[in-house]
């Protein structure tokens, strides 16, 4: 009986042996084969600036956060199925409106009425300071495609469309939106 676990043990050994090198085996089979995915960013991880590394221009800088604006907005009307508009307010997409406190506290959470589940839309994004200011100047335009047809009338041409379904501008540093000489984009011309 000594010499029976002996060998019974060897056996036993030997087909953990077979099952573990089976297994690698078809690990790295697998490994091989699948596709490969990129790393997703971690959430900690601030966003890459849109505008170029080597631009820092104040019209860049501003374009970039048009984009975040951009951003944010498409983000709550997907998610709220709504825009960020107090009751009684209905957009016009041939009717540029400013971006002012109401939609900034909408987006950001603070009015509960428009955002019940009080989310930050903006806090990925990481707005300047100064764009903040500016939101309370209400020198930032917004124009959304409400009827679903994902274009919007060019504010600059009234007779072009621009396929976005939501554009952002800033007024410029005379603060008019009507004078597009200084204007800020947030879209690439077409």
């Known amino acids: 009986m000594s010499q029976s676990n002996p060998s019974l043990f060897k056996r036993l050994l030997a087909a953990i042996a077979v099952v573990l090198l089976f297994g690698a085996a078809l690990a790295g089979i697998l490994w091989l084969w699948l596709p490969r995915q990129e790393p997703k960013p971690r959430p900690s991880q601030a966003p890459q600036p849109e505008h170029s590394r080597q631009d820092y221009s104040k019209e860049s800088v501003m374009r970039d956060q048009c984009r975040k604006l951009i951003s944010a907005l498409r983000d709550f009307r997907s998610r709220r199925g709504s825009l960020p508009l107090p009751e009684g307010v209905v ?100």
């Open 91 to 190: 957009a016009d997409e041939k009717k540029p409106m400013p971006i002012n406190q109401s939609i900034y506290l909408a987006l950001t959470g603070e009015d509960a009425a428009l955002n019940p589940s009080q989310v930050n839309y903006l806090k990925p994004w990481g707005l300047a300071p100064t764009t903040l200011e500016d939101i309370q100047k209400e020198r930032f335009r917004v124009c959304f495609d409400v009827d679903g047809d994902s274009k919007v009338p060019d504010p600059e041409h009234p007779d072009a469309f621009i396929e976005q379904d939501v554009i952002v501008w800033h007024a410029g540093e005379d603060g008019d939106p009507d004078t597009w000489g200084d204007n800020v984009r947030g879209w690439t011309a077409q």
